[in-house]
């Protein structure tokens, strides 16, 4: 996720000096210290990655005794590997992440845009109450609550289930949050009167005008969302019990810890956390001009 | 761990003991009665690799015929398995089987996590060493749990170093500090080993070695002793080597550390059974070139060593079917099929004795070819472990001893103030925990 962070700075790093150009030599050289420093950032996140994709391409034999940063020859055999172990048990932790994070990411945005397109602009007794509960549920890091929901679904008898990990990840107070901005910021008052003028029930104003408009916004929730899920650690190590139903950041942690007398499988580990990070990057690509398009309609506004 | 505080709920191991019975006694017609006649299906919680493949045998075998079914849910190793446990424990939702650490043992058991098995699995007392057995039982009539591997701590060395700068193998260990010293004067580049404080269970296990008891009961009060003359002995000595530069004093497990073993920068190392496993990732080019000996001792007519890691088989008290479950327990760790496989499939060492020296253990490992009689060795060196004194925060001194020695090793200072300050913590976390502590 870091490196994408990066991404996105880069061109504003880059045009930092572009619009310096046609100012005074003066200033042009204050410009060169924030670049600098940016650079240095970007250095400081990308050094980590790219160590990763190295590490990854070293056998067991080379990961620990050749140079850092010089490339192994042991990527196709780790893969292998990788895939071979307990009979490609890693593949499934792949799909139950894509699911989890998929599906939940899919439902929690659909919870946020309901919730939020309501909280903006419906007018009823208790909304602002109701909207700050929700902003101390952003305040209130996931991580305290996986405890307490795990003894409440072991109640229910729901533990060690897809479901168990999918159900506390729907309501996700920052994105309804969002939601409500966006809607209130994207979706006009008199747009929704006129529709309701021509006569169109409130959940047809919300399905066919209003969730259109609000569609840039609902992407970046399920992104944020997506990511969240996918990095998600606590929740589904309290929950879950059978490895065959673990997400993969709780099967790469069972490959690192195999107990004292077995040596971690570092090299699996490490081509396995690439590839999990592979899914990310492609999602962002592929979203980012949905992104780029609210960044756009925000500037057109203001 | 917010689940240990179980206020004066648990004072002493004794109280526990008498706790656990009496839970015991009021499941145990369900229980008992499940063995003998009705099927039952048991989840086992274990980090051990392969140990799918081992449970099939029993599925296959012995529990075909009771109709006791056994499903393995593999899980990360590690203190934070034991915070799982206690969280499924508080929802009734435990396991059946377990796997657990021998330092975890009283941890579970304050938390009546564990059940007393005694009744079934009270005979497989004499496979085991006492040493071992000694640490089930919490010093207790009760047993919480089936030894499963040990780690016996020993001394491990490249014999063709060694021989190049005419060093001997140490006996003592004021031999092994000689060494240090005469190493670092005829190659000051190399190191004979280095003082890590990033994993607890080795300084634990010197200490150990030298006698120290760090928790003990009398009465109704527990006893924490980790400062004790024994320990401040191990301490001592460790910081003086370091202090003077005789030995290194950057952590293991490193890709440094891995490299200096590699390159022969360290030519030795002190380590457990399992160590050929580790050197086989650690320093691939250096195969066959180590020797294993005894660990050095603290005066030439000692004969002991601590141990370093290892586990055990427990049952929860969640477990609708304890009797059959202490059966599982008892057949993975003493049947001969069951433990070859575990040797075979897991890599383990056998806490069992008699299965120490045969089957898998006939040969030596292949890092250890050179040396024929490894495991005949390690077996003799096995027997004289020194028993081991377990309590209910073992987590709490280890977070501890890596944070302060951590810092005396890095900064070559004075390691017994490390030492008091893990006596401190480990002193106040159990006065918060509700424990009774006799200063």
Not at chain 1, 133 to 161: E, F, R, W
Not at chain 2, 237 to 244: D, M, Q, T
Not at chain 2, 351 to 369: D, E, I
Request: hydrophobic share 45%.
């Amino acid at each position: 996720m870091s490196s994408l962070a990066v991404h996105q700075t880069e061109p504003v790093a880059g045009s930092t000096p572009g619009t310096a150009q046609d100012r005074p030599p003066l200033r042009r050289r204050i410009a060169l210290m924030p670049t600098v420093t940016l650079l240095l950032g970007a250095l400081y996140c990308l050094l980590p990655v790219a160590w990763v994709v190295i590490a990854a391409t070293k056998s067991g034999r080379e990961l620990f005794s050749t140079f850092t940063f010089l490339p192994g020859t042991g990527f196709a055999g780790n893969i292998r590997d990788l895939s071979a172990y307990r009979d490609g048990v890693y593949w499934q932790w792949m799909g139950n992440s894509a699911l989890y994070a998929g599906l939940g990411a899919l439902l929690s945005t659909c919870v946020s845009a309901i919730s939020g397109y309501a909280l903006a602009i419906y007018r009823f007794r208790g909304r602002e109450t109701l909207f700050n509960v929700l902003l101390a549920g952003v305040l209130m890091p996931p991580v305290i609550l996986a405890v307490p929901q795990y003894l409440l679904l072991a109640k229910a008898d729901l533990t060690d289930s897809y479901l168990s990990v999918l159900l506390p990840q729907i309501l996700f107070p920052y994105g309804v949050y969002l939601a409500r901005i966006y809607a209130a910021a994207a979706v006009p008052a008199d747009v929704i009167e006129a529709g309701r003028m021509d006569g169109a029930s409130e959940w047809r104003i919300f399905t066919r005008i209003a969730l259109p408009m609000m569609i840039p916004g609902m992407v970046t929730v399920f992104l944020f969302q997506f990511v969240a899920i996918w990095n998600n650690f606590l929740l589904p190590y309290i929950m879950l019990s059978d490895d065959e139903k673990f997400p993969i950041t709780l099967g790469l942690f069972t490959l690192l810890e195999q107990g004292a007398n077995t040596p971690a499988l570092y090299t699996l580990v490490i081509t396995g956390a690439l590839l999990a990070v592979l899914p990310l990057v492609a999602l962002f690509l592929v979203i980012q001009r949905f992104w780029s398009l609210d960044l756009l309609s925000g500037a057109v506004k203001s | 761990m917010p689940y240990t505080k179980r206020r004066r709920l648990v004072r002493t191991a004794v109280a526990i003991a008498l706790g656990a019975t009496t839970l015991a006694a009021c499941g145990s017609e369900s229980a008992d009665s499940d063995t003998e006649s009705g099927p039952a299906s048991l989840t086992y919680w274990t980090w051990t690799p392969g140990m799918d493949k081992v449970v099939d045998l029993w599925n296959k075998g012995p529990g075909k015929k009771d109709r006791i079914t056994v499903t393995v849910k593999k899980q990360a190793s590690g203190d934070t398995l034991v915070t799982k446990i206690l969280t499924a424990h508080k929802a009734g939702k435990a396991p059946d089987l377990v796997q657990a650490e021998y330092q975890a043992l009283p941890t579970l058991v304050s938390n009546d996590a564990l059940a007393d098995i005694s009744k079934t699995v009270g005979e497989a007392e004499d496979k085991f060493a006492d040493g071992v057995w000694q640490q089930t039982t919490l010093g207790t009539d009760a047993v919480y749990a089936v030894p499963q591997d040990i780690g016996p701590m020993m001394f491990y060395y490249r014999e063709d170093l060694f021989k190049e700068y005419g060093l001997t193998v140490p006996t003592t260990w004021d031999e092994f500090a000689e060494i240090a010293r005469k190493l670092k004067k005829a190659a000051p580049g190399k190191d004979l080993t280095t003082f890590s404080a990033n994993d607890s269970g080795l300084f634990a296990g010197l200490a150990q070695q030298a006698g120290a008891k760090w928790w003990t009961t009398s009465g109704d009060q527990w006893k924490v002793s980790i400062n004790d003359a024994a320990t401040r002995k191990v301490a001592k000595f460790w910081g003086g080597l370091v202090k003077e530069g005789a030995i290194d004093n950057q952590p293991m497990y490193t890709p440094a550390w891995n490299k200096a073993l590699n390159t022969g920068k360290q030519i030795a190392w002190v380590s457990a059974v399992w160590a050929p496993g580790t050197l086989t990732t650690a320093a691939p080019d250096t195969k066959g070139k180590w020797a294993m000996a005894p660990l050095p001792q603290w005066s030439a007519s000692d004969n002991s060593t601590g141990s370093w890691g290892g586990s055990s088989t427990a049952v929860t008290t969640d477990s609708k079917h304890r009797a059959a479950a202490a059966k599982f327990a008892a057949w993975l760790n003493t049947d001969g099929k069951a433990l070859n496989a575990l040797a075979k499939e897991s890599g383990i060492y056998p806490a069992a004795s008699n299965a120490q020296t045969s089957g898998a253990f006939l040969k030596p490992p292949a890092y250890f070819a050179n040396q024929a009689d490894f495991y005949t060795k390690a077996a003799d060196i096995a027997e004289t472990t020194a028993p081991a004194a377990w309590g209910p925060n073992v987590n709490v001194a280890y977070t501890t001893f890596k944070d302060a020695f951590g810092a005396a090793a890095k900064s070559k200072s004075d390691f017994g103030a490390a030492l008091d300050e893990m006596q401190a913590d480990t002193v106040a976390d159990m006065k918060k925990q509700g424990f009774e502590v006799a200063e």
